[in-house]
């Protein structure tokens, strides 16, 4: 079973318009939880991380917030460009020794 | 600044052959290194870690091997594919932090397209 589930699967929102990306994980014990953005044909850049001890973390645009308690994370996305397009990966880490858990990701379409 | 490369982008292999991926990352010293594989509408799947020359860890029992001749070249092989192996295989590094998957970022390559026939 997949410790992290992440939704909606796919989303297509108008360009600047605001989205939020839900993710959430089961692993244990808990020591980050990171947001990748992945371009079609490319490998994964970093957007954030989190330790547990964080809430939110912002990186231009991108912002997400973590609940510890809940196993919940989001990323919201303001004001959509078209280059936002892409696949959004969630991705949480048990213990500094631990296993990265990868979700499926969440495919983002801006169209004009 | 740091750099990640992989080659070749796109392979296509014929079952049985052998397979042998390179990925070289400059500007660094000393990274963790990793290699996974990314099935369509999966997550990521680590396979092999690396914290040294010649220290490998294997996530996934299976039909690959990875070595690591020198402190940034990371190698992915195998002596006979099979179709299963088809995918998305990406490499990554990281500076080195608490352990092998600290809190510090990996930073991908843009990965090989590996088809089986």
């Known amino acids: 079973k997949n410790q992290v589930e992440q939704s909606p699967q796919s989303l297509i929102i108008l360009e600047g318009k605001n989205c939020t990306l839900q993710?959430?994980?089961?692993?244990?014990?808990?020591?980050?939880l990171r947001w990748y953005k992945q371009d079609t044909g490319r490998g994964p850049v970093s957007l954030t991380i989190?330790?547990?001890?964080?809430n939110t973390k912002s990186n231009g645009r991108y912002t997400a917030t973590l609940d510890a308690d809940t196993k919940q994370s989001s990323l919201h996305i303001t004001a959509s460009q078209l280059s936002d397009s892409a696949s959004y990966i969630c991705v949480a880490s048990a213990d500094s020794w631990g296993k990265f858990q990868f979700g499926a990701g969440t495919q983002v379409v801006v169209t004009p | 600044s740091q750099t990640i490369h992989q080659w070749p982008a796109t392979l296509v292999q014929p079952v049985g052959s052998p397979l042998s991926l390179e990925c070289t990352v400059e500007?660094?010293?000393?990274?963790?290194l990793y290699w996974y594989r990314q099935a369509a509408g999966r997550g990521l799947q680590l396979l092999f870690y690396?914290?040294?020359?010649?220290?490998i860890s294997s996530e996934v029992p299976q039909n690959l091997s990875a070595s690591r001749p020198q402190d940034r070249q990371f190698i992915l092989s195998s002596k006979k594919l099979l179709l299963s192996d088809s995918g998305f295989y990406l490499c990554a590094w990281s500076v080195k932090g608490a352990g092998p998957y600290s809190n510090q970022p990996q930073h991908f390559g843009d990965g090989t397209r590996l088809s089986i026939l």
């Open positions: 993710c959430n994980y089961t692993v244990s014990p808990f020591s980050n």
């Open positions: 690396s914290v040294g020359i010649g220290q």
């Open positions: 989190m330790t547990f001890s964080e």
């Open positions: 500007g660094t010293s000393n990274p963790n």
